[in-house]
């Protein structure tokens, strides 16, 4: 894949960029020529909501729902992938009882909870044991870990996550726990996912790019769209180079973020961030018969 170029962002109102890659043209092509096939894939936070420093404050750009509930009809499947609670995102979305969501699925703890839009019914799995142990050890650990104040624990049902974003030195503590983190979840069956000043502790086998896939397989699809911003998102960006390889074409967007570099040198196009995820999918729907 081609590395990132200025010239793909452009958030102009109705202006679709063009992508920076011959695959990345290729996938916004076969979307547009066949938009009832093709799935849009996003996360959440930091790509439909803007970071903050509490996520329970999180809400989606004012702009999403209406740029959502526009294209969605358009689109085989609209799939926002985050590992979030599938009821969480869908509040903090807003998408419980906006019209014109029925292609709206939402994928929950990387895909392990499924929300659906036109039914409005949720699907859960039984949480993996180590999490409640997890959960449990948490509270000492930090206790001795040194990261210091400003550091606290978000219990997401199937994963814990741990956030230093309010540290007075967030990079600092991040470091400190990794390790210690590491072998927490190593002992109870998880693993350590890191993000923008965060360490989530979740169950192997729950990831964006497996729930893309799924997703995409399931249907049919013949395009896929993925948008995302941090590193929990580079496994769906490897899922669509995949798809890519078996012939679906595939495009990937960066909702810019100058905390995460990884995405940028690998998208498509970049986007300045969520109020340019919604201009992105404005447009879209504005270009789509």
Request: hydrophobic share 45%; with cysteine; glycine share 12%.
């Amino acid at each position: 894949m081609g590395s990132h170029q200025d010239s793909t962002r452009d958030d102009s109102p109705h202006t679709l960029p063009t992508p920076a890659t011959a695959a990345g043209r290729e996938g916004l092509d076969a979307l547009l020529a066949d938009p009832g096939r093709a799935v849009v894939a996003l996360d959440f936070d930091g790509t439909l909501a803007p970071i903050v420093p509490d996520p329970d404050r999180a809400r989606a750009h004012p702009g999403a729902v209406p740029a959502l509930a526009a294209l969605a009809p358009k689109v085989a499947s609209i799939a926002v992938i985050t590992g979030r609670p599938a009821e969480v995102a869908v509040r903090h979305g807003g998408f419980a009882d906006a019209p014109g969501l029925d292609h709206l699925v939402v994928l929950g703890h990387y895909g392990a909870e499924r929300w659906d839009a036109a039914t409005r019914t949720l699907t859960t799995p039984e949480p993996h044991p180590g999490v409640a142990a997890v959960r449990a050890e948490l509270p000492g650990l930090l206790d001795r870990s040194g990261a210091g104040p400003g550091t606290w624990t978000e219990d997401k049902g199937h994963a814990v996550a741990v956030h230093t974003r309010r540290a007075p030195a967030p990079q600092a503590a991040l470091d400190a726990l990794r390790a210690p983190l590491t072998d927490l979840a190593a002992r109870h069956g998880l693993i350590v996912e890191p993000g923008r000043l965060v360490l989530e502790l979740r169950p192997p086998g729950m990831d964006k790019g497996a729930a893309l896939r799924s997703h995409v397989h399931g249907l049919g699809a013949g395009s896929v769209l993925f948008a995302g911003d941090d590193l929990g998102d580079l496994p769906a960006f490897a899922a669509v180079d995949a798809l890519r390889a078996e012939g679906t074409p595939g495009l990937l967007v960066c909702s810019g973020s100058d905390e995460v570099t990884e995405l940028r040198k690998r998208a498509d196009v970049e986007v300045a961030g969520p109020a340019g995820v919604v201009g992105l999918l404005a447009a879209l729907a504005h270009r789509l018969p």
